[in-house]
């Protein structure tokens, strides 16, 4: 099942990623979850700690403790949302979206750096298939979701 087999590669290379990232950024005193968060900030713009979650498949008390530790840093900052009194928007601080930028064109020059033998063809065919994937998963797991 050819599916199946792209799955358990795709999981391979997140790992590959996740471990690739946390030795680029060392210094950062990041984890791969907070700089996920401040890179669906600067590419998202300002959510809500919930909306992160379910964006992430994560728990909210989860993305809650990182956007905490972020807003500590002041990497974030709070901003009163104008549709829910409760549930504040989080948003990057200069300070943090500086900090993304600077990481993003570091992986950019790091990447460049990197011979991995495929065209730009193929890894356009790549994000295609994969975002395919994604989206097929994303309906699938709504349906479950709505019949529960």
């Known amino acids: 099942m050819k599916p199946l087999s ?12 996740k471990q690739w990232g946390e030795a680029l950024h060392e210094g950062l005193g990041l984890s791969a ?5 401040l ?19 994560a728990s909210r008390q989860h993305v809650q403790q990182l956007v905490d530790a972020l807003l500590k840093r002041d990497l974030v900052e709070r901003h009163s949302n104008p ?7 989080i948003a ?3 300070k943090g979206r500086a900090l993304v930028e600077s990481m993003r064109a570091e992986e950019r020059n790091a990447i460049g ?8 063809h193929a890894i356009e065919e ?7 994937w994604r989206t097929a998963l994303q309906h699938d797991t709504e349906r479950r979701v709505a019949r529960l």
């Open 39 to 57: 890179d669906a900030l600067l590419l998202g713009g300002a959510a809500t700690a919930p909306r992160i979650a379910r964006e992430r498949g």
């Open 83 to 89: 549709n829910h009194k409760r549930s504040s928007l």
């Open 33 to 37: 979850s907070t700089r996920g968060i």
């Open 92 to 94: 990057l601080t200069d």
């Open 6 to 17: 792209l799955f358990t590669e795709n999981r391979r290379l997140f790992q590959a990623l």
């Open 113 to 120: 750096r990197i011979q991995a033998g495929v065209s730009d």
């Open 126 to 132: 790549a994000e295609l298939v994969l975002a395919a």
